[in-house]
């Protein structure tokens, strides 16, 4: 994917690709079967319910979403399907939007999950822009670049990391963003 220059900022081309070694396989064999579990007990339990496909058609977008961030290659790629499994959430968390409580708990997941996604891509933006690239065979096959950018600028290691450690706080609802 390539993303022209705009304003004076300089282009950028992101491949798309899928990274599979060791741990992401692991993490796919533990989300397959967790999804799989879900989708069984979702047979059961919304059969006969007029809601039945768009209740799956929302699961099999979050669990494709999920393999998809599980695969990516860079945290671009990552974002994109990190936003779809927020996505997701929101749909399946407020999926009876009828009941005033679903539908202001659906609302209330999905802006806390923006705050988090908001630290997020901040995150990235801090990445992309110390060691100009995202893509994270580049940056973890190269641990001298991080280890010189550690020594030149301590804190912005700690910031990034701070940023991205909380989209997964967003994400996982953990202490602050547990409102949801």
């Known amino acids: 994917m ?3 220059a705009l304003a004076g900022a300089p282009a950028v081309d992101i491949p798309i690709s899928l990274h599979l ?3 992401s ?3 796919l064999s533990m989300l397959t079967f ?3 579990l879900v989708s069984l007990y979702g047979c059961g339990y919304m059969h006969g319910d007029r809601g039945y496909w768009r209740f799956f058609s929302i699961v099999s977008l ?3 979403s999920m393999i998809m961030l599980v695969l990516s290659a860079n945290f671009v790629q990552m974002f994109v399907f990190w936003e779809g499994v927020g996505l997701c959430s929101y749909l399946l968390i407020g999926f009876w939007y009828e009941k005033p409580a679903a539908a202001a708990a659906g609302q209330k997941a999905f802006v806390v999950n923006r705050i988090g996604d908001f630290g997020f891509a901040a995150g990235i933006f801090l990445i992309w822009t110390t060691f100009g690239t995202v893509d994270f065979g580049e940056l973890f096959n190269h641990p001298e670049i991080l280890a010189q950018q550690a020594l030149n600028h301590p804190w912005l290691i700690e910031v ?5 450690f909380m989209g997964a706080i967003g994400k996982s609802a953990q202490f602050p963003l547990m409102v949801w």
Do not use: G
């Open 160 to 164: 990034t990391c701070l940023c991205l």
């Open 62 to 64: 979050f669990v494709f």
């Open 25 to 27: 396989a692991i993490m």
């Open 21 to 23: 070694d060791t741990l």
């Open 2 to 4: 390539h993303i022209p």
């Open 34 to 36: 967790i999804a799989t």
